[in-house]
């Protein structure tokens, strides 16, 4: 009897193991690319998505890079922003490193836009890092996603992305 609660035991362990292997890996991919749209990999891939509205252009010194210049940009676009580095102010080297949506015109993994219930939010990714009347967090190994909430539906969504 000891024998066959024991192998149930570690069979419900196995089972809990793969349930919390499955989320991460889950969130992982949605905290680091939970968007639904092509962004591209340049500069011109990105001002092809809608019309820019208006955008911030910022140099940086590189870490990493002794006299290297790099470029930061905030581009807005109706119902969408993004931040985006180029290395070396090479516009053909695009790294995203932050992305807020706040229309559901601008399509979500899973069917977690704007407008989506706050119950679907949680049904799909789990329990939140963090959670306030207003927000919740969910962060994968490095990357985070926060949803901004109004009458319990989402209003905004934005990726915080890991940039060294």
Known sequence: MKTLALLALCVSSAAAAEDWIERAERLNDFAGRGWA?????????????DKVLRQEITERKNP??????????????DGLVLRVYFPAKDHTNLQITGVTI???KWPVKNGLGVGSPWATVRQRLGEPNAKDATSAKYCGE???????LQENRVSKITWDLYHD
């Open 142 to 148: 490095s990357d985070c996603v926060i949803f901004s």
């Open 64 to 77: 990493h890079q002794d006299g290297q210049l790099d470029e930061a940009r905030v581009l807005y676009f």
């Open 102 to 104: 706040t229309k559901p």
């Open 37 to 49: 749209f092509d962004i591209g990999r340049s500069l011109t891939d990105v001002t092809r998505l």
